[in-house]
Structure formats: C-alpha cells, structure tokens
C-alpha cells in the first residue's frame, strides 16, 4: 500500500511558481481547484525508495472526490499507480545581466543600414555595432537585447556582428558609453517586434491618450510571454500593459508617471521632436506643459523611437521579483548579500543600469552609474491634474540616492 510524504505542484494563477505543498489534509475536489500540475511523492513497503506519481495520471474521478488524497491510497489499497523512481526537484533558472566591456565585446559606432566597416559621417552614426570572438551574433538576437546606459535596445544581427539599435545616438545624449545585454536564454527564445506609429488603433472611442493606448504589433502573442520597452524603459509583467487579443497590447499610460520619465529619461535618449521644448506658450527648458506631452502626435512619436518594442518569449509561466540592495552610502555603491548577483538591476523609474559585481568577504559590491534622482515638487500631485510642470525641487537638495533592486525574470522547473 501506498504512502503519502509530500507534494510538488503549481497554485492555479501564480505564473507557474512550483512549490512543495502539503495536499494531506485538503479534499481532492479541493486539490484539483487549488493547484495544477501536481506530482506526489510516495513510498511503498514492497518497493525500495520513494516514488513519484504525476497526479494528472490517475483517474478524473478523483476530481469530484471530497476524500483526502491519503485516505484514497488507503481505499485502493494493493493497487498499483503509474509511478516512477525519479523524484521531481525544482529549479529556477532566469535573465541574466552581462556588462558588454567587462565580458570583453568590441563596440563601436555604425548604422545598420550599412557595412559595419564603412567610414560614417557624424550623423550616420545612430547605431552601436558589437562583435566578440567565439559568439555566435545572430545566438545573440534570439536571446538578448541591450541596454544603453540602462535604456533598452533592440538589436539586430548578422554574420558579422550585432547592431544595437539606435546605441549610439543614446550613448551621446547620455555622454557616456555604458552597454549591457539582458539574456533571455536561460528562459527560452526570444523575438522583437519594433513599435511604430502605424499601429495604433481606437478600440474604445474617446479614450484619452493619458489614459491608455491599443497598439497591434502584427504578430500573434498569446501563448508568449510578452515584456514592454517603452522610450527605453523596459516593463515586465507590471500593470503598465496587458494583452487584450491575438496580437494587440494596451499600454497602460495613466500607470506610468510619463512625466517624470519624460525628465528622467531626457538625458539618456534623444527627446527632440517628441514634444516642443519651447513653444510660443513655453520657453522655459526646465518647464513641460502637460497637453504637449498626452496627445496623439507625442505618443505616435514615442512609439516611432527605436527604444520603443515588445519582447515575445517563447515560454510561458514566468515570475517576476525582486530583492533590494543595501545603499552602501557611496557613489553608486550597492551592496547584494548571498550569492553573486547575476540578475539585472533596477533603479529610479525603470531603468536598468549596468554592473559589476566583486566579492568582499561574505558579500557582494555593486557599482552603478547614475545613482543619482531628482527629488522634486511635481511628485505630490498628480501631474496629469496640471496644465504645466516645472521640474523644481522641494527638499534642501535636488537630488536624492537611488533605490536599487535586483530584477528576477523567472522560470520555475520542475525536474
């Protein structure tokens, strides 16, 4: 007769989180409507070890039943369950961040329209173009994108190398050169799709712009784990979008705080032509007003920018989380307890900054760029409520450190 130890399974809407449970005690009616995916582990007096028993692999009957899983082990009695000597473990494997100067790639100005060799001039050199010896480019483009001075990039490869999208026109508005890739491939294989003016679409009639928009990206989706890039910052399972048919995402811009992006991002991405920096009622830099920024034309726009696509993950079930860093009361200083840190690193808004990670005895220290954040008066009010924001502050000092946190993209497996 069979005997019950534990359980593995999945709680029904969690993402796919394989936990160890304890089913013991719950009607199987009560099992089958908690969990999903549920595999046994059990022992036999006749049998050497402990057995595993994939609980889908029995009888539907048991779905109805408001007996305990022991208690019909005990009714079966003799009989035998189609088990197997493999006792499942679980596992969890996710996105990995990689420094690309620390992990030794080449880079350097291009335009993917052209030879990655040519002679440019100044304004043809919108694109970053990265090689490494010994990897495969075009592996990079089914598992990576990047990240320009924490700003997210599509990209594009060849034979030759990969070309990040709009890199170096970033890189220059940033004044700095810092690139990264977030790999995908401990999850799964990965396609971009470049958001575009073209598609937006009005489901809803009168919905304002500072509220959400549709755009169909012309690429069937469900099934796929979708993630968002939106003017460079990159948004993973959060309320900022949903999927609401085959190909058509809503982002959800009234869940953004889009102006305090906006004056955030402007030094990491070219914002010219997006919305008037000066206009005949605005010739203050330092000052946005609010209908520039929430209509049609600035969103089109915004969906033109090569920071702008969707990430289709051929893998569904994935977690995301987070775990904080200790401020180590240092210019851009970190600090990760545990194992080293592979995941990548949040700040501020969104962006993701790149890192190194080095081990001091029974830690790890963090270095980022850009560890500083306005501290300012717009956000006490809801800015959307204001015809015009200024970009002042209202505490003694104009900046405030960063809070930091590793990012897990996750995938929960059981083996």
């Known amino acids: ?33 908690t969990y999903s995916d549920i595999k046994a582990i059990l022992t036999n007096p006749v049998l050497v070890g402990e057995l595993s028993v994939d609980l889908s692999d029995l009888d539907n009957s048991l779905h109805i039943l408001t007996i305990t899983f022991p208690q019909w082990l005990a009714n079966i009695g003799n009989a035998t369950l189609p088990t197997t000597a493999i006792i499942p473990s679980t596992s969890k494997t996710s996105v990995r961040h990689i420094d690309a100067w620390y992990w030794g790639f080449t880079i350097k100005p291009a ?33 990576c994108i ?37 790999d995908f491939s401990p999850l799964g294989e990965i396609d971009t799709v470049s958001l575009s003016a073209d598609m937006l679409i009005h489901p809803v009639e009168d919905l304002p712009v500072k509220d959400a928009i549709y755009v169909d990206v012309k690429t069937p989706v469900l099934g796929k784990t979708v993630f968002l890039s939106f003017a460079g910052y990159f948004f993973a399972l959060d309320d900022c979008y949903d999927v609401v048919g085959e190909s058509v995402l809503k982002i959800n811009i009234n869940q953004m705080d889009l102006v305090s992006r906006y004056y955030e991002s402007r030094q990491y991405i070219n914002w010219d032509g997006v919305i008037p920096l000066q206009s005949p009622n605005n010739r203050l830099p330092e000052r946005l007003i609010v209908a520039d920024l929430f209509n049609e034309t600035a969103i089109r726009k915004l969906l033109d920018l090569p920071q702008s696509f969707v990430v289709l993950l051929d893998s569904p079930d994935i977690q995301v989380s987070y775990r904080a860093l200790d401020d180590a009361q240092l210019p851009g200083v970190y600090i990760a307890h545990g194992e080293m840190p592979t995941a990548p690193v949040r700040v501020n808004l969104g962006r993701l900054p790149e890192y190194m990670a080095v081990k001091e005895v029974n830690q790890y220290v963090v270095k980022i760029n850009g560890f500083l954040t306005d501290d300012p008066q717009r956000e006490s009010i809801t800015t959307t409520d204001w015809n015009v924001v200024a970009n002042g502050s209202v505490t003694p000092g104009p900046t405030r450190r960063s809070h930091a946190k590793l990012m897990y993209i996750s995938k929960s497996q059981v083996r």
């Open 146 to 182: 990047a990240t320009v001075n924490g700003m997210t990039h599509r990209l594009s490869s060849s034979s030759l190398g990969t070309f990040i999208l709009g890199g170096c026109s970033s890189g220059r508005q940033a004044k700095d050169n810092q690139v990264g890739f977030l």
């Open 111 to 143: 335009n993917h329209t052209k030879h990655p060799d040519m002679d440019l001039m100044h304004d043809e050199q919108v694109d970053l173009f990265a090689t490494k010896a010994g990897v495969d480019p075009l592996a990079i483009q089914k598992s």
């Open 1 to 33: 007769m069979y005997t019950y130890v534990r359980a593995l399974a999945r709680t029904k809407g969690s993402n796919g989180t394989w936990n160890q449970v304890d089913i013991s005690t719950m009607p199987l009616y009560q099992v089958f409507g």
